[in-house]
């Protein structure tokens, strides 16, 4: 049994085939997907996948890269949803200083808020740290009193930063970029335990080797298991048995 813990499912990638992506999933040994909010727009089409397939849990958060000026609006929106309806974790939450730096100041605080609203309503947070992988590790390690718990989602930094990731008990995602070549993902990987290494495949994006440049979907985590299992002298069995073990300690189902 595998779980991709962080896929969007609902964007209109799949809107030609999603229940038969989804079938082809659970057939593959995919039992587990959750999918992490965007922003405002994407709440509806996540709910109604979610409302549809009891396999795929929803979460909410604002994404960093929709942090705009009207932020603060969205996350009492975010509040809103969280305060009325069921959902498995906060996220996809975090920094992104890759695309667009305009917004900077308001995505830290929109990252500290909605870090606060996840311990306030004990639940799990899925970190975006695109360029900015120290910066959200301190600001966690600042806040974190024993009742923070996560998973830096694309984990791809140096074994200084894998150190404070698990310093704070939090876990890794890996996924699709770990069959990359020249990332040099994998290579760190390699010497993290697997106690804090979670899969995921963020689909439709990122897909492994040997789909690369093709639409992602959550079926191909077996080649990020396979890798996985490459680079740890494990069977694939025992990295599925693993990360599904630590992917359901974070997330209450």
């Not at 997907?33 to 965007?38: G, Q, R, S, V």
């Not at 009492?76 to 939450?93: H, P």
């Not at 200083?97 to 500290?112: C, G, N, P, S, V």
């Not at 290494?197 to 897909?207: I, N, R």
């Amino acid at each position: 049994m595998f779980i991709d813990t962080h896929a969007h499912i609902y964007t209109e990638e799949f809107d030609e085939d999603r229940d038969l992506m989804i079938m082809n999933a659970f057939n593959q040994g995919v039992k587990q997907i959750f999918m992490p909010n965007i922003d405002e727009s994407s709440i509806d089409a996540m709910l109604e996948v979610a409302s549809k397939h009891v396999s795929c849990y929803p979460m909410m958060g604002l994404h960093p890269c929709s942090v705009k000026e009207n932020y603060k609006e969205v996350l009492d929106m975010v509040e809103k949803y969280l305060s009325t309806q069921k959902f498995y974790g906060v996220g996809e939450i975090g920094i992104d200083l890759y695309w667009d730096k305009t917004f900077t100041d308001e995505q830290i605080e929109a990252f500290r808020r909605q870090i606060h609203l996840a311990k306030d309503l004990d639940l799990p947070f899925v970190i975006h740290s695109r360029d900015s992988l120290d910066l959200t590790i301190s600001i966690v390690e600042s806040l974190q009193d024993g009742h923070l718990k996560g998973i830096f989602h694309c984990f791809n930094g140096t074994p200084e930063q894998a150190k404070r990731i698990m310093d704070l008990g939090f876990f890794m995602g890996i996924g699709g970029v770990i069959t990359y070549k020249n990332a040099g993902v994998a290579e760190v990987v390699a010497d993290i335990p697997m106690e804090y290494l979670v899969l995921e495949t963020d689909a439709p994006y990122l897909s492994p080797v040997p789909f690369r440049g093709k639409r992602n979907e959550p079926a191909y985590i077996l080649k990020v298991a396979e890798k996985l299992a490459d680079l740890k002298a494990l069977s694939v069995d025992e990295v599925a048995r693993k990360t599904t073990t630590n992917a359901l300690s974070i997330f209450e189902v």
